[in-house]
């Protein structure tokens, strides 16, 4: 997709045409639009860099802080590359971005959890898990993926947040399957030692396992959830994942 920049012929339209049409269509409509090559977010932070290594603080400094913002670079990550550019780039440089970064990502200080996980996730978080809620510990959140054929559910859980220990029924076939999407979580079946999850792994539980998942007391966490198709499938939700036994996870 193509960005659209109309700054330059907005300020130097009739004083520079030539100067304003390729900034707007050559510089932003071409190059930057070039997102199969380089990310948004990637060219952002090659811009930031090359601004505050020249010392540039000046107002296209701030519209290159406020797209990297958007862009996705979080206020932790802002803060995390001009201290590594500081190194290169020089000390003083990085003092004075640093003045204008932290009025750029100011009302970000106080950004939920919840947000910033979500951007970490290509699925939505979806909506209070209200219809469950009483077969777990702390906040979850459910978003339906699929609903025909193979049900898929993306299933999010607040730090601390699990659910109860549970059996997946089936006479044949059945059973679940985790797929981590996000944060880090835990899986933990009857008389064994927990497993931690992180984005990637899978776990296949098997039909009559009694067994729980759930975050990490001190991460979000997200799985999808997959109903592996089977005869005669039911739930059996049971008693709820004591303090003692969840805070034995590291
Ligand atoms: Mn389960």
Redesign the pocket.
């Known amino acids: 997709m193509a960005v659209k920049q109309t700054a330059g012929r907005a300020a130097l339209g009739e004083f520079a045409p030539k100067f304003a049409q390729l900034n707007d269509d050559v510089l932003f409509g071409e190059v930057w639009s070039r997102e199969d090559k380089l990310s948004l977010r990637d060219r952002s932070l090659v811009t930031v860099v090359a601004l505050m290594a020249q010392g540039l603080v000046d107002s296209s400094f701030q519209y290159h802080l406020t797209t990297a913002k958007h862009n996705g670079i979080t206020r932790q990550e802002i803060a995390e590359i001009l201290t590594h550019a500081a190194f290169y780039a020089g000390w003083p440089k990085a003092w004075a971005a640093f003045r204008m970064a932290k009025e750029v990502w100011a009302e970000d200080d106080g950004e939920d959890g919840k947000a910033m996980h979500q951007r970490e996730m290509v699925f939505p978080i979806g909506a209070p898990n209200d219809g469950f809620a009483r077969y777990f510990v702390g906040q979850s959140y459910l978003q339906p993926l699929s609903t025909s054929q193979v049900g898929v559910y993306n299933v999010t859980f607040e730090p601390g947040c699990r659910n109860n220990w549970?059996i997946?029924h089936a006479a044949k076939g059945g059973g679940?399957i985790l797929v981590c999407v996000a944060g880090r979580g835990y899986y933990q079946e009857w008389g064994r030692e927990a497993r931690e999850l992180h984005p990637g792994d899978v776990v296949n539980?098997p039909p009559e396992v009694k067994?729980w998942?759930g975050a990490a007391p001190d991460s979000w966490f997200s799985h999808l959830a997959l109903e592996v198709p089977g005869e005669d499938c039911s739930n059996e939700w049971l008693e709820a994942v004591t303090d003692e036994v969840y805070g034995k996870l590291s």
Request: without cysteine.
């Open positions: 549970h997946h679940q539980i067994h998942h």
